[in-house]
């Protein structure tokens, strides 16, 4: 799309053309914490699609989420993890049947007292969908 094109499709629209069809994503995360409490992001990615695959490509954290959190262990593990421009990609070359759900389950520590606020995006080839993550930590 020429990018003149896609500047009036997204002033007229907004952003949403650019969510994969048919893919809904939630996130559960406790609303404050305390530093050191261990901590459950789940990320979960529904293909309501009734016929066909989505193809995942990466989860993407943008903000300063993460700089109040220091990820222990991530499930399922990417594919290959990229930290560069104050965002974190994780590659997840994965196709989700329709009609089915993948959760993604980041154990994690409270590291820094503070109000943490990012997104994640959920890519395909070339659209993405994003939800909003925050969390307040306390000492």
């Known amino acids: 799309m020429d990018p003149a094109d896609f500047a009036v499709k997204a002033l007229e629209e907004g ?20 530093k050191g409490d261990k901590v459950t992001l789940k990320i979960s990615v529904e293909n309501a699609r009734k016929n066909s695959d989505f193809n995942l490509e990466s989860l993407d954290f943008d903000g300063d989420f993460l700089n109040g959190f220091r990820i222990e262990s991530i499930e399922p593990s990417p594919s290959e993890v990229d930290d560069s421009l104050n965002t974190l990609t994780l590659e997840y070359p994965m196709s989700i049947a329709a009609s089915e759900t993948v959760d993604f389950v980041f154990e994690m520590v409270a590291v820094e ?3 943490f606020i990012g997104e994640v995006s ?3 080839d070339e659209n993405f969908l994003s939800r909003y993550i ?3 930590v306390v000492d």
Do not use: H, M
């Not at 053309?17 to 994503?25: C, V, W």
């Open 15 to 34: 952003t949403g053309f650019l969510d994969p069809s048919e893919i809904l994503a939630w996130v559960e995360l406790p609303r404050s914490v305390k």
């Open 113 to 115: 007292a503070g109000v």
């Open 134 to 136: 925050q969390c307040k």
């Open 122 to 124: 959920i890519w395909d």
